[in-house]
């Protein structure tokens, strides 16, 4: 198994096993390809996936704004869980946003996603109840829920 820096090449495979993870909320606009190109384009050193025999069977979406890291989307195939691979790829994305000076981490997980929600507690991600998500679409944004 080796773990690398995404690439825009990596869409289709990453795209699809995000497709075929319960718990993931995606969108039309966001996740498109021309979405995550310019996601990477900004943020190209903070994004990974896990793949064996040139197979992805893993991938984390993270970034940063300068201030705060943010973790989009990560996923494992289903069939490759509880091998350690989340952590792996976690880790190599928590290193990746320390070495650019980011200090605190978020994401946000559907409250549904109980073995997604299962993996962050574990990590040590705390669930705030001091505070409102709130977000504005400013396109029309189809959702895709898995």
Do not use: C
Not at 91 to 100: G, H, P, R
């Amino acid at each position: 198994m080796n773990i690398r820096t995404m690439v825009i090449e990596d869409y289709a495979s990453a795209y699809a096993l995000w497709l075929q993870t319960p718990g993931m909320g995606l969108n039309h606009h966001d996740d498109s390809e021309a979405g995550i190109a310019r996601y990477l384009s900004k943020n190209p050193n903070s994004s990974f996936v896990a793949e064996e025999d040139g197979v992805i069977i893993g991938v984390i979406l993270s970034g940063h704004d300068g201030r705060r890291g943010f973790i989009y989307h990560a996923a494992v195939a289903e069939d490759q869980q509880r091998r350690g691979l989340g952590t792996a790829l976690l880790d190599a994305a928590l290193s990746a946003l320390a070495q650019e000076g980011i200090g605190k981490v978020a994401l946000v997980a559907y409250n549904t996603n109980g073995k997604g929600n299962a993996f962050w507690e574990k990590q040590g991600f705390a669930v705030r109840d001091d505070v409102y998500y709130r977000d504005k679409a400013m396109v029309e944004l189809v959702r895709i829920d898995t």
